[in-house]
């Protein structure tokens, strides 16, 4: 009864859905029949695929299919073959020193690329991608080094880090000036230290009442001639780097407050191999000393 009721297209021969829009009818077109067995092996597939494979979330589990497959062994099994090929390696920078790690060429290019994802994932977020650092956070492209720039001097720096509360650290630090001097007093040193670095400065200021406030507050720290001292982490302020900035205001506000940027230890959060090769790694931007 049904068969007599369809309509048909006369143009195709084809059933229509009886469905009729602006008086265009839709074709009830049936399906090709490759596409109809590709839809059955689908869903067969998939049935197989519940049987062997885990599929189904329980309550406190989930079916753990005839293979037994678990895609977190099989990610640990990967990551343990991936320490097996590297162990060989990883063991001889724990045991080098960076010098002697330098020195091999192919152990200074394992070190390299080790350095690389160490640094993307620990020292990026403050020295920037490319080391460049920011405001506060020291660029280690150029050769300007708070605490030496040797391979030693890097590793120890990356270890002990920098008034950290370890006592291997570097523990040097800028005090605030506030209680200690006018503020017309830590005007003319800003200005001062501006000149040092041969920045301009305003019209009749008067750079030899800055240079005694420096010669008397500051040289002990930066040197007579503001060449900076390592051993406590003073900068050179000569050489036109500014780690905070070199406008007056920046250099007033540190002379009011101190400066004591903190950098954390890395010794028993990084492996042994990952510390060294971190310092072969920055050593390598650029500015490492010999």
């Known amino acids: 009864m049904a068969e007599e009721h369809k309509q048909i297209d006369a143009l195709t021969g084809t059933a229509t859905t009886g469905h009729e829009w ?8 049936p399906l090709p029949r490759w596409w109809l067995w590709t839809f059955y092996l689908t869903i067969i597939w998939s049935i197989g695929y ?34 097996a090929m590297r162990g060989p390696m990883m063991q001889q920078l724990a045991t080098a020193s960076t010098a002697e790690i330098a020195a091999s060429p192919q152990l200074i290019d394992f070190a390299r690329a080790q350095g690389r994802v160490a640094f993307a994932d620990n020292c990026a977020p403050c020295h920037g991608a490319g080391g460049g650092g920011a405001k506060g956070y020291p660029n280690l492209n ?9 391979l030693a001097d890097i590793e120890q720096t990356i270890r002990y880090g920098v008034r ?4 291997k650290g570097h523990q040097g630090n800028m005090p605030p ?3 200690v001097l006018k503020p017309a007093e830590m005007s003319s040193v800003a200005d001062y230290v501006r000149s040092l670095s041969g920045l301009s400065t305003e019209a009749g200021v008067d750079l030899k ?7 008397d507050n500051c040289a002990v720290c930066h040197g007579d001639a503001g060449k ?8 050179n302020l000569t050489d036109k780097i500014w780690l905070y900035g070199s406008d007056k205001a920046t250099i007033v506000q540190g002379l009011q407050q101190g400066r004591g940027g903190v950098m954390p230890v890395w010794e028993g959060r990084l492996s042994e191999p990952a510390i060294k090769a971190l310092a072969v790694y920055v050593y390598g931007f650029g500015g490492g000393e010999k």
Do not use: C, M
Request: net charge negative; aromatic share 12%.
């Open 177 to 179: 000036f506030k209680d």
């Open 142 to 150: 150029d050769d300007d080094w708070l605490w030496g720039g040797k």
């Open 164 to 167: 950290s509360g370890n006592d």
């Open 228 to 235: 900076g001292n390592r051993e406590v982490g003073a900068p």
């Open 22 to 29: 602006d008086g265009l009818r839709e074709l009830n077109t």
């Open 209 to 215: 009442a800055g240079q005694k406030v420096f010669a």
């Open 50 to 83: 519940w049987v062997v494979y885990p599929a189904w979330p329980l309550v406190t589990n989930a079916t753990q299919g005839l293979f037994g497959y678990h895609s977190r062994a099989a990610v640990v099994e990967d990551i343990n073959a991936l320490h």
